[in-house]
């Protein structure tokens, strides 16, 4: 009857679930992985622009190493993306999906402008960035709690309710932008310029130094917050298992209000190092995507916060690179976003090889 | 191309999952008109072996002769193709739909979608095979043995010849069980050839013609039943002689523990799902629980623990060291301990609530003691002890107390999850299916442990499925069925047929203690 259709389609490999890596094994998959994303931008690269590859890597690479203010430059812009994956991390970890770090930042980054703009100089310098902290701490801390207040006792969808929150954070500074502008233009100029009021002070004559050492002792903290604290194991227990930590007595919404704040205020603690520390100003585009690139970097770490050093530098190098090589070649800004689309997809995208494998179907033709 | 020609034959079949072989070169025929026993230990990889006949699976090795032809089977449709149907543990029917339609479902016949043609099918099936349903009846209305026969009549009604049954008995009452292998022995008869998976002996026995034998995903052997017992399959089971026996000592002064006065709890539609029951655990003794699945066992145990919200009557503990009585009624988990009441849980769902699969063994003792001390860190000294103490004392097989709980067997899962709750010198003990999917060593391990308890002057609480070992081990069993206590029998004098009767039964039955 269907005896004609045997041997045919028989399926020739299929996936399985590795049980185990070795953790060499998994760094080697990476490895060539980067090494297969270079060559497809090798590739891509020739066909559509006919530069050398290498010329357009070594460029790549000048771009975040080039000079002692390009080194600044990354490094600083790794410590703001590094402050916004530290942020997102406990709600992450504790399944809380925030894509409201946008929102987060900038409200932050709003109330630190807002003290700047209304004080001026009439309070000592110090006091006023005390003040402008605590604002911003404060601003962070709000727009984290309203979505987790409402997850916890109504149990709405925490992705979309953070995700609205940014816009509203937008609008807002929009807003005040408006209101602080006399001249209607939608570009705020930078704050306190003559004066410096509110401004973090230059640590050792280096610009952002204070930034990056502020970031880099939050990123310690966290790791001990995270794997040493009670509170940092209640984390993990709601976020594995909400049934496990009722079981066991946690207060699962005390837990997610309590994560919330923290991640808000480290938001909010963003926001104030980008108006303080960095820009001096405010605008929309303040935290600029961070919000989300940084969920990504999380991720990329397994919520690691000392490998989110290495993941968030991986990302700012290649976005440093990209904007390099759009100005030193004079090609469109697409073609560098193509070649980090490409990179990313292909550290992303190894991880599947770490998680599974392949195998091939052995069949033994003449069974006995 | 082979002799007599099989129904079906399995020759050289092996699968592997990562790195775990589940069968490893299994030979194996059934012929028409033949029960045969699939028998193993929980994990032994009769359920995989049986989805690569079904079409769920595909082997890595081996080949599959239908009636004498090499067959490949790349899905439950090839499967169908075949004339194999499977009826697996988890039903897969859709509650909202009747039992013909359930029946009709996903196939592709011609002519017009008839239903009425179709109910009646079904009822010249039931007829033929003496089986009792009303085809237009809903699933959702239906009793779990009414919804196992609605999924055997699905795969009838496609002409399957073939049938593999996954563990059928395993929701069933002994009433139902009996009625089931009536059935299955009047298709015998019709000329199919089936396969029957269990892991209890006395069902092999009484019903099939012969009994394969897996072990650890190895094919250990054919029998034929009439030529067996039971001590040989255990052999063949386990791997060596084994002593089935549970001891069951007097209980030493019992004295009131806990008492559960009048509890009624409704779920979120407002239905009762325990209603009005009272009962009180002795120190000193096992209270059985016997019911079937989803009667209000896993409700009672949640409201005792404080995790169920109870709409009246209280529960009482009685403090046997300061003597007070306190009320756990509208009490938090954490309430409870607070109260001094040393109250050990171990939950039906191991890895979704009584530990955290992803984390270690070490991290999961933490789970009861973390909170311990003032500082804000936490101090993985004294549960890293426990862990290693629990490893050596419950022999647990783990390469290290820093594994994922979640990487280990389902035996030592429960060994790494009662032995924490043990470790908390507990007054009451309640344990929910502790033995469920554990092989027969593991299971025993844990009725000793449960035995100790006792001894030791801790209220056991113990929810079982298997009415044997539930009449062996405890001292009294408490039946339940839907959320109504239907009796509460002694362990030494208790009959399984009534068991079953009262746990179906729940308007009838009293206190006959």
Redesign the interface.
């Known amino acids: 009857m269907n005896n004609n259709e045997k041997h045919i389609h028989e399926p020739l490999f299929h996936i399985t679930k590795r049980a185990d890596i070795v953790w060499w094994k998994a760094w080697l998959v990476r490895l060539v992985a980067i090494v297969a994303a270079l060559f497809v931008c090798a590739v891509v690269i020739v066909t559509i622009t006919d530069y050398n590859p290498l010329q357009v890597y070594k460029t790549m690479f000048e771009g975040s190493f080039g000079s002692e203010r390009k080194v600044w430059i990354l490094l600083q812009n790794l410590a703001m993306l590094l402050c916004i994956s530290l942020a997102v991390t406990p709600a992450f970890k504790m399944k809380f999906w925030n894509l409201g770090a946008e929102g987060q930042v900038l409200i932050g980054g709003l109330a630190s402008a807002a003290c700047m703009f209304y004080v001026k100089d009439s309070m000592p310098n110090w006091l006023l960035i005390i003040v402008m902290l605590v604002a911003s701490l404060l601003g962070g801390v709000i727009w984290g709690l309203i979505p987790a207040f409402f997850k916890a006792n109504w149990g709405t969808n925490e992705s979309l309710f953070t995700l609205m929150m940014n816009y509203v954070a937008i609008q807002l500074v929009s807003f005040f932008i408006m209101v602080w502008v006399p001249s209607g233009s939608s570009v705020m100029g930078v704050i306190n310029q003559a004066s410096g009021s509110g401004w973090m002070p230059d640590l050792f004559g280096k610009k952002y130094l204070f930034n990056i050492l502020i970031v880099a002792v939050l990123t310690v903290v966290m790791f001990i917050y995270l794997k040493f604290s009670k509170q940092g194991y209640e984390i993990s227990v709601v976020g594995e298992s909400e049934n496990t930590a009722r079981y066991i007595g946690i207060n699962v919404k005390k837990v997610i209000i309590r994560t919330m704040i923290i991640s808000g205020a480290v938001c909010g603690l963003a926001g104030f190092l980008l108006v303080s520390g960095t820009n001096h100003t405010i605008s929309k585009e303040l935290a600029g995507g961070m919000g989300f690139t940084a969920i990504m970097v999380s991720w990329l770490a397994k919520f690691n916060p000392i490998i989110m050093v290495i993941t968030s530098f991986l990302i700012v190098f290649l976005q440093r690179g990209a904007g390099e090589i759009a100005t030193a070649f004079r090609l469109n800004e697409s073609v560098a976003d193509i070649l980090t689309g490409i990179i990313i997809f292909f550290i992303i995208g190894c991880e599947f090889f770490i998680n599974y494998q392949i195998n091939k179907r052995s069949k033994q033709k003449e069974a006995k | 191309m082979c002799v007599g020609s099989a129904a079906i034959e399995l ?2 079949i092996t699968k ?5 072989v589940a069968n490893r070169n299994v030979n194996l025929s059934v012929y028409g008109g033949e029960i045969l026993s699939l028998l193993g230990e929980n994990g032994s990889g009769k359920t995989t072996l049986m989805n690569m006949i079904s079409g769920i699976y ?1 082997p ?4 599959i002769f239908i009636n004498g ?4 089977i ?1 899905s439950p449709k090839d499967a169908f ?2 004339k194999i149907g499977m009826i697996h543990q988890h039903f897969k029917l859709i509650d909202v739909f009747s039992a013909a339609e359930n029946v009709v479902l996903g196939l592709k016949e011609q002519g017009s979608y008839d239903i009425k043609k179709v109910s009646s099918k079904v009822a010249e099936i039931s007829e033929k095979y003496g089986f009792d349903i009303n085809p237009d009846k809903k699933i959702y209305e239906m009793s779990v043995s009414e919804k196992q026969t609605v999924e055997i009549i699905k795969v009838l009604y496609r002409g399957a010849d073939i049938l593999i049954l996954d563990e059928p008995t395993a929701v069933l009452t002994p009433q139902e069980t009996q009625k089931l292998f009536d059935v299955l022995r009047r298709m015998r008869e019709d000329g199919k050839a089936i396969i029957i998976i269990t892991h209890k002996l006395h069902e092999v026995l009484s019903l099939s013609d012969r009994v394969a034998v897996l072990r650890k995903g190895e094919y250990i052997g054919t029998v034929e039943t009439a030529k067996t017992n039971e001590a040989e399959l255990t052999e063949m089971m386990v791997g060596k002689k084994i002593e089935l026996n549970i001891e069951r000592t007097e209980p030493q002064n019992p004295q009131d523990r806990l008492v559960v006065k009048n509890i009624s709890c409704k779920d979120r539609e407002g239905v009762n799902v325990l209603d009005n029951v009272s009962f009180t655990a002795r120190s000193g003794e096992i209270l059985g629980i016997a019911g079937i699945a989803g009667s209000g066992q896993r409700e009672l145990l949640e409201a005792i ?3 169920q919200h109870i709409d009246e009557g209280e529960i009482i503990y009685n403090n046997p060291k300061t003597g007070s009585a306190d009320n756990l009624r509208d009490k ?3 309430q409870i ?1 607070d109260l001094g009441v040393r109250l050990s ?1 171990v ?1 039906e ?1 191991r ?9 270690d063994i070490v ?1 999961n003792m ?3 003691s ?2 311990k001390g003032k ?4 101090e993985r000294k004294s549960p890293r002890d426990l862990a290693e103490t629990i490893i050596e004392q419950l022999e647990v097989v783990t390469p290290s107390a820093s594994t994922p709980v979640r ?1 280990l067997s389902g035996g030592n899962v429960q060994k790494v999850l009662v032995g924490r709750e043990i470790a908390a010198a507990p007054t009451v003990l309640m344990a929910a299916y502790p033995v469920r999917g554990l092989d027969i060593n593991s299971s025993y391990a844990i009725y000793n442990l449960l035995n100790q308890q006792k001894e030791n002057g801790v209220a056991v609480i113990f929810v079982g499925e298997d009415l044997d070992v539930l009449i062996e081990l405890c001292d009294r069993i408490m039946v339940i069925g839907s959320g109504k206590i239907a009796g509460i029998v002694d362990g030494r004098t208790a009959d399984k047929n009534n068991i079953g009767l009262m746990m179906t039964n729940t308007k009838g039955g009293g206190e006959n203690e």
Do not use: H, I
Not at chain 2, 69 to 72: D, G, N
Not at chain 2, 375 to 378: D, K, R, T
């Open positions: 020759r050289g592997r999952f990562g790195n775990v595909y890595d090795e081996g080949q032809e090499e067959a490949v790349r193709k075949y623990a404080g995790l938090t988990p954490l301990r849980f939950p769902d890895l979704g609530m009584g530990l955290v699969g992803n984390m991290d933490m789970l009861r973390y909170r500082s804000m860190f936490l990487k």
